[in-house]
């Protein structure tokens, strides 16, 4: 591959992160918007975005063709599923000052994916991975203490966004097209809620002023342009450097947390984030060494 086009696609890789490690800078403009509307709004746009988008690149056809296979189709409606599950909790997160929390769900998300390809694909673990799971699990049991309760919104987070990836590996479709089916499966329920609340006077939507509702179409383009960010980085660059990438947006997250929103940071918190930085550092390593053994043995010459 040509070094110009591994050099965008870590551009592409980077952008898609940072703008979704912005993304609690985002959330909070909608009030009074509660999280539901959020969502559902966030549901409704994305699927007009992507129907745009599918028609300037006339790519209908590949729609149809993943909705004609059953399996496939029941797997994509599965994931719409879990994604709005996602995007529901992280919104919440962001909106009820827990944007700390909500980052480490996404420090946590690459170890919880392993685990998933454990317990699901039957993976087996090399010896780095299981200490990467090993202190992911101690961390998740010091700020159960430190919190007095599991952090259950990180936890949503992490398993969500792991079971989303899962069923999209085993799908097979492309990021625009796969979007486009789940925001379809999702809207009827999504146009729904904002029709309810727009009859009963609590939907917010053209009563908060032009730049509220704005705001809330917006909400489509920023979950489109990340994804289309990411799937032109995914065909550039390896697995590997997008694995590095991935952490820039929870640790966005963190900072914005600690500094401008001013979420307290006790030690024994810290302590457990550090632990999960351990173990992220190790799998990180592990992940690099093996991506570097296996090109070697694929590209050296049989004895």
């Given at each position: 591959?040509?070094?110009?086009?591994t050099?965008?696609?870590?551009?592409?890789?980077?952008?898609?992160?940072?703008?979704?490690?912005l993304f609690?800078?985002?959330?909070?403009?909608?009030?009074?918007?509660?999280?539901?509307?959020?969502?559902?709004?966030r549901?409704?746009?994305?699927?007009?975005?992507?129907?745009?988008?599918?028609?300037?690149?006339?790519?209908?056809?590949?729609?149809?063709?993943?909705?004609?296979?059953?399996?496939?189709?029941?797997?994509?409606?599965?994931?719409?599923?879990?994604?709005?599950?996602?995007?529901?909790?992280?919104?919440?997160?962001?909106?009820?000052?827990?944007?700390?929390?909500?980052?480490?769900?996404?420090?946590?998300?690459?170890?919880?994916?392993?685990?998933?390809?454990?317990?699901?694909?039957?993976?087996?673990?090399?010896?780095?991975?299981?200490?990467?799971?090993?202190?992911?699990?101690?961390?998740?049991?010091?700020?159960?203490?430190?919190?007095?309760?599991?952090?259950?919104?990180?936890?949503?987070l992490?398993?969500?966004?792991?079971?989303?990836?899962l069923?999209?590996?085993t799908?097979g479709?492309?990021?625009?097209?796969?979007?486009?089916?789940?925001?379809?499966?999702?809207?009827?329920?999504?146009?729904?809620?904002?029709?309810?609340?727009?009859?009963?006077?609590?939907?917010?939507?053209?009563?908060?002023?032009?730049?509220?509702?704005?705001?809330?179409?917006?909400?489509?383009?920023?979950?489109?342009?990340?994804?289309?960010?990411?799937?032109?980085?995914?065909?550039?660059?390896?697995?590997?450097?997008?694995?590095?990438?991935q952490?820039?947006?929870?640790?966005?997250?963190?900072l914005?947390?600690?500094?401008?929103?001013?979420?307290p940071?006790?030690?024994?918190k810290?302590?457990?984030?550090?632990?999960?930085?351990?173990?992220?550092?190790?799998?990180?390593a592990?992940l690099?060494r093996?991506?570097?053994?296996?090109?070697?043995?694929a590209?050296?010459?049989?004895?």
């Amino acid at each position: 591959m040509p070094v110009s086009s591994t050099r965008r696609g870590v551009l592409f890789g980077a952008s898609a992160y940072l703008l979704w490690g912005l993304f609690p800078l985002y959330w909070p403009l909608l009030e009074p918007s509660g999280s539901l509307e959020v969502l559902a709004h966030r549901i409704l746009w994305s699927l007009v975005v992507v129907v745009v988008l599918l028609a300037i690149t006339r790519r209908f056809g590949t729609v149809k063709v993943a909705m004609a296979d059953r399996r496939r189709a029941l797997r994509l409606a599965l994931a719409a599923v879990v994604i709005a599950i996602n995007w529901g909790t992280y919104i919440y997160g962001v909106t009820h000052e827990m944007v700390v929390e909500t980052s480490l769900g996404y420090f946590v998300n690459p170890i919880v994916t392993v685990l998933l390809g454990v317990l699901v694909l039957g993976e087996r673990l090399r010896p780095a991975q299981w200490v990467a799971l090993g202190a992911a699990f101690v961390a998740v049991v010091v700020l159960t203490v430190e919190n007095g309760r599991p952090p259950w919104l990180a936890l949503v987070l992490a398993f969500s966004f792991g079971t989303y990836g899962l069923l999209k590996k085993t799908a097979g479709v492309g990021a625009v097209e796969g979007l486009a089916i789940e925001t379809a499966v999702l809207f009827p329920v999504a146009a729904a809620y904002v029709l309810l609340i727009g009859v009963n006077g609590t939907g917010t939507f053209g009563s908060e002023g032009p730049e509220h509702a704005s705001l809330l179409a917006l909400s489509g383009v920023i979950t489109a342009v990340p994804l289309l960010l990411f799937g032109a980085a995914a065909s550039r660059v390896p697995l590997t450097t997008l694995g590095v990438l991935q952490y820039l947006a929870p640790t966005m997250q963190f900072l914005l947390g600690v500094t401008l929103f001013d979420e307290p940071l006790p030690i024994v918190k810290l302590l457990g984030f550090v632990l999960v930085w351990i173990g992220l550092a190790l799998f990180t390593a592990d992940l690099v060494r093996h991506h570097r053994r296996t090109t070697r043995l694929a590209v050296s010459p049989l004895a």
